[in-house]
Every structure is written in structure tokens, then in C-alpha cells.
């Protein structure tokens, strides 16, 4: 009779280990298919162990399919036919690790939250609250566009802050506008043509690709897009940052703005993507308006995001679909489940309708607007100043600086590298000819911190 | 010269109600296109207002393009050649409702968490803990992955309840397996054929299909899915549940495992989705061990998610890749931001590194058995129990209810809907044939409420 010892049971527990040794035994063939176990009394009084702990490995290796059973006959091998030999490590080199961050002194491409401007202690306090008044509803599953009460909350700001009128059950809640751009493609057909901006932020066309939609770049002149090349493309959808675009700062005007909607109009397969990513940090005047408060047509899908203005790390982000979109969503896409935890959707929705966002925002926008002026002085004092020029400071996280040299952006780049800082080209933006672009760098200061702007300067300076 | 009356200027500024005026002017072709503008310090001295006014107001209209520049000439209107109608609302009328929830005695669909079972005050004091001791990690962007503690505490986690040996760079977090499901397409590609279990979860089958992905739905024997027939339809990629079926919870045995290794062995394009979504929750014996870990020829993407383990709202998933796609997803698709926020990452990884997880699973084994045993109970003692036949309930949070009668499964939903019942049927979750399969329900007990059980068993004995 089959015989094991227990002397190396280590801390398995006698059935587990008995469990393996018999699998282990029918893995190396040592026992054969069709072979009969032993009785599980008989196995057990060879073996001076209990009865139960003999059915606990035959039940365990029967779940498995190792062996069968035969009613009132016995247990038996089971035919286990495999030529991949047997191996509890898939692999045993590690596997080579992910690109390592290197750290600078001062990366002016990043728009990661600075830590001191997150107000930690009020979120801690809102989740405690949260947790202790809505334990119920945090365990309820949310819609698939979001908990109710946090988009009703985003609509009332868009009323209050952007004069937009939306109705909450047209917002989509999902985590991240990366996300989302998943969601209008599977919304919006994988046969459309899409068309992004030239220059423009190379992560969006990034996920046009890699969701297999064809996507192309269309260049850009003074006031935004040019429709006349949207034509040419036969582009269905197109994406665009109108209220204020990255990275040239360029706000589409209102004639283009028309035309961009007439353009729409013009086909039922026709949308454009509004990403208002950074609407609410205009240091001058009021917001910018969306082309989606214009929008009479149903054409305009707006979007924005939290983690611009609350924090990069926190990954809400919402769009307002038109209405006969939204009900597509519901009737197609409903069964998604929303990608944002309940625990921060309510958070978020105290945080908005207790009027801590909008005293976020202004404080945002006071601290980026020190950082500005404390580059801008930087810049001014420095050796540079006289072959500098300041492009697009009115907005947003960033400026571009034109800088008169000869050396080539690459060479500025590499340099820049050496002396720890992080520095990005408009040129590096352009999917097409971006020759005429050189020398015009894209300085994002929101995550510099700010005892380092006067260093950071210097080292600059000693690039060129 | 232009002339408004401030008096009904509400709650705005006197810029922004001035430049509402001429904005609303000009839409409305009061001001024609090429028409100039007063002077700044005329009009100011004409309307009684500062020279700053004025100035921010047409600065206003200018950033918007309502107006252009001539310098030393003075300010124009722009043409705004549009036939759209200007309006503040997209719509007036309200839009319909999302489907509003019908709320239910004893839901026996679904697999919300209980409020009563989630640790609160420990994952409270968990956030609370990395809020004051993690800071400056909360606001750093998150590799694509997920946080690498995280990714580390899963990779342990794994090797101590599963067995599996895997590097914790293998191990991709995201919001939701829905979510991953959606990424992985993305990574295998949408020229693949993709092929699911019937019956199987409909949702799975949804999500291919509205990526646009072929994806066919292949018959299960006693020991999952046929191979045959997924040779006939050329799968490429299937997607299957081997250690526990839902929800016929049928255990794949090892021979046929190994048939399905082999399978995915022959050619290059060929892999397996092995979606492990409730390996926790087996009350008897050890769990089953995956498939994963006896692949040695990288064919196996192994998924788990923490919604079912901790909480249906807290939307963290993992998936595993086998080495060769780890490697391709950091090329191609390391760009993306990881969808679940730091803040509960961060949080995960404490419940997970303090021991904490192991233990809530082991209160959450219980609790479910406890909840089965009480189900079985009522059945038991019920005037129903004659007619009925219980199976698969070993493991998970469902067993099916085999019931004698003649009543077709759509009558007897409808009557249970009638009685606050929530129930469904073995053979909604079949998309070939499935007449053979009537009069099986699908009783999952993980959200009954204990004290709702024995009335809703009394509500179901009516219904027959």
C-alpha cells in the first residue's frame, strides 16, 4: 500500500500534506490513470491517521480532478495527459523592472499636486464624516454614470461657475478623462474617424491608437483647428481644448467657435470632444466659456476632471454627454459599473457642495499664480532676460519661452538633464513639421517648488 | 454712443455685466461686424464708470473673439457669421431618468457588500494613518500599474493564500476588472477572436462586444469549456472561470487544464483569461489552485478583483501578465494613468501588509456560510422542500435551486417580482440553447439581509 511519512510536514496540516504528496506522486506518474486508490479506512490505519483526514485529500484531489470516484466502488487516478512538465515558478529571473523615475531638481513638464497646497486635514475630516453618517449608502452600488448627489453637485457648479445648465443624469462619472476617451470611442462607433489637435497633448491621439480607432493630427492656425483639413480627413469626431489649448495657450474665438459648431451640424455622425481641462486657473478675467453652453445642436461632449484641480493622484473625472447621447449611454453602456469608489464619490460630493472646492480653486489659483510671477521675475533677473520672450502667460499651468540660441532643442534638452531639470519643446508637440517651432520651451511651474524657482533659473541660464 | 443702464446689474461685477451687454449686442446684430467700438476713456466718461471697467470688459471680449484689435485704431466687432440661435439652455425640458432601481424584499441576484460586514472604523483609521504618515506619496502620479507596495503586498498575498509565484511588476492595478478587460483588448489585440463561457456572466460577453472585439459564446461539458468547439470557431483568446464557474460552479479539472495549456501552447496568438473572482470563498477544503500557477509557457492572464472580497463600491482589480505582456504593456500602454486613486491604494496596501485582508476574508467565509446554512435551513423546513434539489453549494456565494415544477422560469420570476423576490434563473445566463436547463434558480444570499431570510422563503413557497 502507498506509504508517505510525515516526519517533513512542516506546516501543512496533515491533510493538506497528504493532499500533495498523492498529487505530487500522480504529477510524476508514479501513480498511473486508472490505478484504485486505496480505501480511505484501510489508507488510514496503514498510514495511523484519522479517516477524515484521508476524505479530506481524496475530496480536495476529486475538486482538482486528480482522481475519480466510482460509487461504491473507490477512488481512482485520474488520466491526466500533459507533456508541459509540472512547475510552481512561472519563471525564475526577475523580470526587468519598469522604467525608473528619475528624480530632478526641477521638472518643468510635471502638473503632479504640490503636497503643501492639498488640504489633507479637511479631506480626512470629510471621509470620517462620510463613513460615520453614510456607512449605508458607501456600500450601495453607485449608477453607472456616478452617484447621484455628486453629479447634481457638479451641475451646480457648472451653473454657478461656468454658467453651463446641465441636468446631473447627462454627467458621467469615471475615474480618469483617460477612461472616458475609452468610453465616447465604444459610445461614438470604432468606424469614425477621429482627429486631434497639431500640436496637442500626445497622451489623447496615444489612446486613439491604442483603442485601434483611426485618428489623425489636424494642424492648428491662430484661432484653433483648421476646419478646412478636418474636411479633407472626412474626420466624424473631433478633440479639442478650445477655452484654452495645450500647449500653445491659443483660446479658440467665437467666430471659429460657430464654425466649429456648423461644421457639426453638417452630419448626424459628426461630434466634437470638448476638454476643458483647465478652465478654472484664468489668472485675467472671467472663465473662458465652453463651447458646450453655446451647443443648440446636441454636437458638443464636454469634458473635465478633478485631478487637475484637486489632485493628479485622486483620478476623478466627469463628462456631460447631450441628451440623446446620454440615452444611448444608459440604453448600450449601462451595465458598466462606475470606475470611482463609492468612499471618494461622496468625499468629492461634500467637498463640492460644502463650498470647499470653490475656495480650492481661488487659493489653486492664487498659489499658481505666485509661482507665475516668482518664474516670470526669475526669468526677468536673470542673465536670459534679454533673449527671452513670454508667450500665453494669462492661463493655465504654463507659459511658452521663446529663447534666442542657436543650439538646437535636443542639445537644450540633454543639457537641461545634466543640470537636474526636466524641460519639454513646443516642437516635441508637433505630430507634423515643427521646424519653424525651435527654441520655444513649454515651463509648466505648478509642481516647481518654490525654493527651488531661483536655483532652477540659474542652472538655466547656464545651459544656453 | 453705445449706452447701458446698470441698474439691473444682479449679483455680477460691473465688467462682467458689461460685457454680457455688448456680447448679447453683438449676437444679436445690434453691433454689426467691422464696426468700431467706443474709446475706452470716452466711454467710460459717457457710462460714469472707471477706464478699468472698460478695459476688462473688452479684454473679456477680446480673449472670447467678440471683438478684434487694431492697434492705435481702437477695437471692432468681429464677424460671427452663424445661422445657429444663441441660448443659454441646451434643452429646457427634463431629461428621462436613468432606470430607477426597484427596491426589493430579498434580492437573490445580487452580490452587494452587507454595510454590516465592511470594517469601517478600521478603514477609517487606515486613511486616517496614511493621510498623516504618507502625504507626499498621496500627491506622487502612480506608476501605470499601480503603487509598487500595493503591487508588492498582492504579490505576497498571492504566494501565501494561492500558492502563485509572481513578481509584483507583473501585477497590474486597475478600476474594476471591467476596466482591465477593456485594457487587456487593448494589449492583445481587436483582430483576436475572442471566446467566452455559456453560460457565463452576460456582462463579460457585453464588455467584448462593445469593444467592437468578435467573441463567441462556447458550450461547457461537466468539466468546463469544450475545447473542441473553440477550435472550430479559431479562438484566439478565451475567458474562463476554471477553479469556480459562475454559475454552474463547475471546478475544471486538471486534466482539462492541461488540455486548455496545451491548447493555448500551439500557437502564439492563443491565451487564457482566467478570471478568479471568488477563489476566497470556498468553505471546504483548500482552495483550488489556479491555472496560472502550473503555466509554464506564459499563456495565462490570471484577474482577481477586491470588489468581491471587500466591498462591490471600491473598485480595485488585478491583473497578472505573463512575462512577454508585461513587457509589451509597459511599451505600448505604460502611458496610461493607473485609475485607481492613491489615496485608497495606499489604504489597500495597509489592510493587505497588516494582516488585516486575511482576516476580513476569514469573518467574510464565515459570514456567507452562516448565511448559506440559514438559506438551506429554510428551505429545508418549508413546505418546498420535497419538490427541491440543491446544488453546487460548496463554495462562492450562490448554489443553484433545482425546483419540481411546471411553471415556466419567466412566470415564476415575474410572480417573484410581484412577491419583493428578486430571483434568476439558471437559464438567463445561457445565450445558446438552454430549454433543458428550466427550473433552476441561481440563489445568491451574499445581500439577504438574516433576518429577511425565513419570510422570503415563506414569500417563495407561495409563488409555487
Redesign the interface.
Same mark, same amino acid.
Given at each position: 500500500m502507498l506509504t508517505y511519512s510525515f516526519s517533513d510536514i512542516g506546516s501543512d496540516s496533515l491533510y493538506?500534506y497528504l493532499?500533495k504528496c498523492i498529487k505530487n506522486d500522480i504529477l510524476d506518474g508514479v501513480l498511473t490513470p486508472g490505478n484504485r486508490l486505496p480505501s480511505k479506512r484501510s489508507f488510514a490505519k496503514h498510514l495511523n491517521i484519522s479517516i477524515i483526514t484521508i476524505e479530506?485529500a481524496y475530496?480536495?484531489l476529486l475538486?482538482?480532478?486528480?482522481i475519480y470516484s466510482i460509487p461504491k466502488k473507490g477512488y481512482y487516478i485520474?488520466? /491526466? =495527459? &500533459? =507533456?508541459?512538465? $509540472?512547475? =510552481?515558478?512561472?519563471?525564475v529571473t #526577475?523580470?526587468?523592472?519598469?522604467?525608473k523615475e528619475i528624480s530632478y531638481f526641477a521638472d518643468f513638464t510635471s502638473s503632479?499636486?504640490?503636497?503643501d497646497t492639498?488640504p489633507?486635514?479637511l479631506?480626512?475630516k470629510l471621509?470620517?464624516e462620510v463613513?460615520?453618517n453614510d #456607512?449605508?449608502a458607501?456600500?450601495?452600488? #453607485?449608477?453607472s454614470?456616478g452617484i447621484f448627489p455628486l453629479r447634481q453637485a457638479i451641475a451646480n457648479h457648472l451653473k454657478q461657475f461656468r454658467?453651463m %445648465?446641465?441636468?446631473p443624469?447627462?454627467i458621467i462619472v469615471g475615474?480618469?478623462t483617460?477612461?472616458l476617451y475609452?468610453l465616447l470611442i465604444?459610445l461614438l462607433g470604432?468606424e469614425k474617424i477621429y482627429a486631434v489637435e497639431d500640436p496637442g497633448y500626445q $497622451?489623447i491621439s496615444?489612446?486613439y491608437k491604442?483603442?485601434?480607432v483611426q485618428c489623425y493630427h489636424i494642424p492648428m492656425d491662430q484661432?484653433g483647428i483648421c476646419i478646412e483639413q478636418l474636411k479633407e480627413v472626412q474626420a466624424d469626431i473631433i478633440h479639442i481644448s478650445p477655452s484654452h489649448h495645450f500647449p500653445t495657450g491659443i483660446?479658440?474665438?467665437? =467666430?471659429?467657435?460657430?464654425?466649429l459648431?456648423?461644421w457639426a451640424?453638417d452630419s448626424n455622425s459628426r461630434y466634437i470632444i470638448e476638454d476643458d481641462y483647465d478652465c478654472e486657473f484664468r489668472f485675467?478675467?472671467?472663465p /473662458?466659456?465652453s463651447l458646450?453652453?453655446?451647443?443648440?445642436?446636441?454636437k458638443v461632449i464636454y469634458m473635465n476632471t478633478f485631478t487637475k484641480t484637486l489632485?493628479? &493622484?485622486?483620478?476623478?473625472s466627469y463628462m456631460i454627454l447631450?441628451?440623446h447621447l446620454?440615452?444611448q449611454f444608459?440604453q &448600450?453602456?449601462?451595465?458598466? %459599473?462606475?470606475?470611482?469608489?463609492?468612499?471618494?464619490q461622496y468625499t468629492l460630493t461634500r467637498f463640492l457642495q460644502d463650498g470647499h472646492f470653490e475656495r480650492h480653486i481661488n487659493r489653486m489659483r492664487n498659489f499658481y499664480h505666485r509661482q507665475r510671477d516668482l518664474l516670470l521675475d526669475c526669468l526677468k533677473n536673470s542673465p536670459l532676460s534679454s533673449r527671452i520672450t513670454i508667450k500665453e502667460e494669462d492661463a493655465g499651468l504654463h507659459f511658452l519661452l521663446y529663447v534666442d540660441t542657436l543650439f538646437p532643442d535636443e542639445v537644450i534638452l540633454k543639457r537641461a538633464k545634466v543640470e537636474g531639470l526636466r524641460l519639454s519643446s513646443l516642437s516635441q508637440y508637433y505630430f507634423k513639421d515643427c521646424s519653424p517651432k525651435e527654441h520655444t520651451f513649454v515651463m509648466n511651474y505648478s509642481a516647481i517648488h518654490p525654493d527651488h524657482m531661483k536655483e532652477a533659473i540659474d542652472r538655466l541660464c547656464k545651459i544656453f
Open positions: 493538506e493532499y479530506n475530496a480536495q475538486a482538482e480532478g486528480y485520474a488520466d /491526466i =495527459s &500533459t =507533456s508541459l512538465t $509540472k512547475s =510552481s515558478l512561472p519563471f #526577475s523580470p526587468e523592472p519598469e522604467q503632479q499636486t504640490h503636497p492639498f489633507f486635514s479631506w480626512a471621509i470620517r463613513i460615520s #456607512s449605508s458607501l456600500m450601495k452600488n #453607485s449608477p454614470g454658467g %445648465s446641465v441636468f443624469e447627462q475615474a480618469g483617460e477612461y475609452g465604444q470604432y $497622451k496615444a489612446i491604442s483603442n485601434h484661432q483660446i479658440t474665438p467665437i =467666430s471659429r467657435r460657430y464654425e459648431l456648423g451640424s485675467m478675467g472671467k /473662458i466659456p458646450q453652453s453655446i451647443d443648440v445642436m446636441e489632485a493628479s &493622484t485622486i483620478r476623478i447631450p441628451k446620454m440615452k444608459y &448600450t453602456m449601462g451595465f458598466y %459599473s462606475c470606475t470611482v469608489s463609492n468612499f471618494e
